[in-house]
T-cell receptor, first 116, second 115 residues
Framework: EPEVTQTPSHQVTQMGQEVILRCVPI?????FYWYRQILGQKVEFLVS????????KSEIFDDQFSVERPDGSNFTLKIRSTKLEDSAMYFC??????????????FGPGTRLTVL | AQSVTQLGSHVSVSEGALVLLRCNYS??????LFWYVQYPNQGLQLLLK??????LVKGINGFEAEFKKSETSFHLTKPSAHMSDAAEYFC?????????????FGTGTRLTVIP
């Protein structure tokens, strides 16, 4: 069964460093998302991506964040200068946009980011 | 604006007992509602969803939920809990099918099943 994959599973970085979180969405899906979950808090939407551009972003997704789909398969989230408060579990999701499960978002296992 | 409230961050039930996880939503437009389950060290897996049509929806693993517009609720139930149901459960809402339709999640309910 197709699935969303994310690497790495755990990333530890120093404050101020850049990190890139990687995701491989399900092939043929058209919509891509990043969410995050700070420990003990709710899952929060960060950004959605469609047709090679950002379609929506939350107030969390400031200038320190960027997304890219560099090669038609990977979907990356970059944090330019990490802060302590960026420590969280980051989930990638993708959605077909067509077909019987067009409205279902499929989630990856997450990347736990720890900023020291 | 869309939001979800899950009552009870922790719920414990005995094996074989009824599972009831509560979710109330707020939405300025007709909502689409979802329940996701998260097992330890895994991603979010869709249990069931309500979009249109029948208000009682059945999902995987014997779970079901009923959309009640008058109560703005979408509670998740299972008649008989199994040990394998122990997990974190998230209710989520999305607003419409124009655009990217990002999900708004509740804070989650951790279900413990007591043998």
């Amino acid at each position: 069964e197709p699935e969303v994959t994310q690497t790495p599973s755990h990333q530890v970085t120093q404050m101020g460093q850049e990190v890139i979180l990687r995701c491989v969405p399900i092939s043929n899906h058209l919509y891509f998302y990043w969410y995050r979950q700070i420990l003990g808090q709710k899952v929060e939407f960060l950004v959605s991506f469609y047709n090679n551009e950002i379609s929506e972003k939350s107030e969390i997704f400031d200038d320190q964040f960027s997304v890219e789909r560099p090669d038609g398969s990977n979907f990356t989230l970059k944090i330019r200068s990490t802060k302590l408060e960026d420590s969280a579990m980051y989930f990638c999701a993708s959605r077909a946009g067509t077909g019987s499960s067009y409205n279902e978002q499929f989630f990856g296992p997450g990347t736990r980011l720890t900023v020291l | 604006a869309q939001s979800v409230t899950q009552l009870g961050s922790h719920v414990s039930v005995s094996e074989g007992a009824l599972v009831l996880l509560r979710c109330n939503y707020s939405s300025s437009v007709p909502p689409y509602l979802f329940w996701y389950v998260q097992y330890p060290n895994q991603g979010l897996q869709l249990l069931l969803k309500y979009t249109t049509g029948a208000t009682l929806v059945k999902g995987i693993n014997g779970f079901e939920a009923e959309f009640k517009k008058s109560e703005t609720s979408f509670h998740l139930t299972k008649p008989s809990a199994h040990m394998s149901d122990a997990a974190e459960y998230f209710c989520a809402v999305t607003r419409s099918w124009t655009g990217a339709n990002n999900l708004f999640f509740g804070t989650g309910t951790r279900l413990t099943v007591i043998p």
